[in-house]
């Protein structure tokens, strides 16, 4: 484990929240116990997690401890909020307590290609597999807290497509996507962090501009019903190491061929089903 000076914490604590810290006189920042309740409490979490998760990628820290999901029961109403930190430890998981929100894109080109990313290696959960074009949470926000025609989740589907893929707004409007259905599902990444998540399936058919971010993708591709088959024999014997994401998988085996096959001929309103919430544990 690694030691922490105060000087040295703080000043790592100002890299990760720079607007909580940028602000503050230096005397505060060289007393930790002058500085607000709030932010003590900020930086005692940091430097506690620091010390447990001293080798997590910088950007990927800053994103689990600023970033609150959208914490929810089985039947999809809103009960509190988390870091997302504590909604991917397994032990909080077990609790019961860290069912959050999430949502995964399924964005299609006009030749009806669906684009895969493969996750970054820096991600704390699940990294380097190979998974649907976007996956994340709407975020305990005013934007992305609102039910109506599933807006919420619509507009953190285009903010996440942006810091994922560099795909601008503009390419990928609020109004195209799709909810398709909603699922239920639990899964371990490790011994430490896992997902357990009431994931809303988002289809848009769009050609866009991806320019993906290093911190959060390792490689892109889009892939015909074919060249998916064959991704999945791969996964599946174990070739090339390649290994799919567990709800990416789920999707496939139990939905995804026969809603691409309405995306293709136009008739993917036949497919929609939000009142249903599929548990797939």
Known sequence: MLKFSPFKTIATATKLFPTHFKSLPKSQLLFPSSVTVPLRRRYSALTAA??????????????MFDDECILVDES????????????HLMEKIETGKMLHRAFSVFLFNSKYEL???????????FPLVWTNTC???????????????????RNAAQRKLLDELGIPAEDVPVDQFT???????????????????????LFI??????????DEVAAIKFVNQEELKELL?????????????????LVVDNFLY????????????????????????
């Open 50 to 63: 620091m010390g447990d998760d001293s080798g997590m990628d910088a950007v990927q820290r800053r994103l």
């Open 76 to 87: 999809d109403n809103v009960v509190g909020h988390d870091t997302k930190y504590n909604c």
């Open 115 to 125: 684009l895969l990313q493969q996750r970054s290696g820096t991600k704390v959960t």
């Open 135 to 153: 996956c994340s949470h709407p975020l305990y926000r005013e934007s992305e807290l609102i039910s109506e025609d599933v807006l919420g989740v």
């Open 179 to 201: 909810p398709v259905s909603r699922m239920l599902y639990k899964a371990p990444s490790d011994g430490k962090w896992g997902e357990h998540e009431l994931d809303y399936l």
């Open 205 to 214: 058919v769009r050609d866009v501009a991806v320019n993906p971010n290093p």
């Open 233 to 249: 024999r791969k996964a599946d014997a174990g070739e090339e190491g390649l290994k799919l994401s567990p709800w990416f998988r």
């Open 258 to 281: 026969k809603w691409w096959d309405h995306v293709q001929k136009g008739s993917l309103s036949e497919a929609i089903d939000m009142k249903t919430i599929h548990k797939l544990l």
